[in-house]
């Protein structure tokens, strides 16, 4: 079974800075498309970014410029840099991976990924 822990949410005012962080197995990180989503309540959940195994990556347009993924192979980790925070950036964030696929630009899509973490909740305030 797949594990996958998100931590570093938390709340912060707006214009502020989170930088959350996905461990995983190093087989998951180094080999996985992997990717970030979050969901508000009353939402459904949408992708924020993704990055695949070659590290290409891709965005929302909702947070292209603000938000950053990455991968830290040393410590079996992805995070997601989140600038320039707003309220509507509120939401239960998770992390997810899928083994396999080729696209131009790692999908964004709920569907696309099959392992997810259990979320970290990040609130912003006005």
């Known amino acids: 079974q797949v594990q996958l822990v998100e931590s570093g949410g938390g709340s912060v005012q707006a214009g502020g800075s989170l930088r959350l962080s996905c461990a995983a197995p190093?087989?998951?990180?180094?080999?996985?498309?992997m990717a970030w989503f979050r969901q508000a309540p009353g939402k459904e959940r949408e992708g924020v970014a993704a990055?695949?195994?070659?590290?290409?990556?891709s965005y929302a347009d909702s947070v292209k410029g603000r938000f950053t993924i990455s991968k830290e192979y040393a410590k079996n980790i992805l995070y997601l840099q989140m600038n320039s925070l707003t309220p509507e950036d509120t939401a239960m964030y998770y992390c997810?991976?899928?083994?396999?696929?080729?696209?131009?630009?790692?999908?964004?899509?709920?569907?696309?990924?099959?392992?997810w973490g259990q979320g970290t909740q990040v609130t912003v305030s006005s």
């Open positions: 990055i695949d195994s070659a590290g290409i990556t």
């Open positions: 997810a991976a899928r083994n396999g696929g080729s696209w131009s630009l790692p999908p964004l899509g709920v569907y696309e990924y099959n392992y």
């Open positions: 190093n087989y998951i990180v180094r080999r996985y498309h």
